[in-house]
């Protein structure tokens, strides 16, 4: 009777046990074949102009501020849709003996990105996953200046290239929090005039750090 009645007690406390870890191995299948995943980044990238924007705003590295959606995939893949703004108000400037001189001539200028990435997350751990990806960045560039005519002011936008690479971070069933790296490269805007022309810098892209905060599974 002792012997039934312990044989009972090691049943009734395994079967939560024999539950907690199918739960645990069950955990990849879990995951919603498609899940739609919106997002709030923020970004601070050094732009490849590096003098030109030295001498507009005092420094290269400037913040970007957005959002988007990412669709994610069971088996890994991943598609990515996102926008983001920079706006910063400085002086126009010059350039003469490789040296640059500001001209106290006040200059707002404004860089829209809008990026589509395609790539893929390695899901190797459940609370870490590293993803890889590359993509085509519309780069849109207003830049205003309160003493200039209309045809000094400038209102364009060009199509480049990126490529990202980092990690997600599980800190809840519904929320990761991302950090990567990203490259882009936009040609077509800069180096037709001014300090990027002296300068020889024709690419309004960089090297961002980015940190992104995103909601879904």
């Known amino acids: 009777m002792r012997l039934t009645i312990v044989i009972l007690l090691i049943c009734a406390t395994s ?7 199918r739960r645990a191995t069950s955990n990849p299948d879990e995951v919603p074949a498609v899940s739609f995943r919106p997002f709030f980044r923020a970004t601070t990238e ?16 400037q913040p970007f501020w957005g959002g988007g959606v990412q669709v994610a995939l069971r088996r890994g893949i991943y ?23 500001p001209v106290a001539i006040p200059l707002t200028a404004t860089i829209t990105p809008f990026e589509v990435t395609g790539g893929y997350r390695f899901r190797l751990w459940p609370m870490v996953i ?27 936008a060009h199509v480049g290239y990126l490529v990202v690479g980092g990690a997600e971070f599980r800190v809840h069933r519904w929320v990761g929090v991302g950090v990567d790296v990203q490259y882009t490269r936009v040609t077509g805007i800069l180096g037709g005039g001014g300090i990027s022309r002296e300068s020889g810098e024709n690419n309004l892209g960089g090297t961002a750090l980015r940190l992104e905060v995103m909601v879904g599974r």
């Open 15 to 21: 079967l939560p046990l024999a539950a907690q870890t």
């Open 130 to 156: 590293p993803y890889a990806g590359i993509g085509m960045s519309r780069y849109a560039y207003a830049e205003t200046s309160e003493f200039a005519e209309a045809a000094d002011n400038v209102n364009t």
């Open 79 to 101: 598609f990515e849709i996102g926008a983001s703004r920079f706006k910063k108000s400085g002086q126009r400037a010059f350039v003469f003996n490789g040296q640059t001189f």
């Open 46 to 61: 050094w732009l490849a102009a590096k003098q030109t924007f030295d001498a507009v705003f005092g420094q290269s590295r």
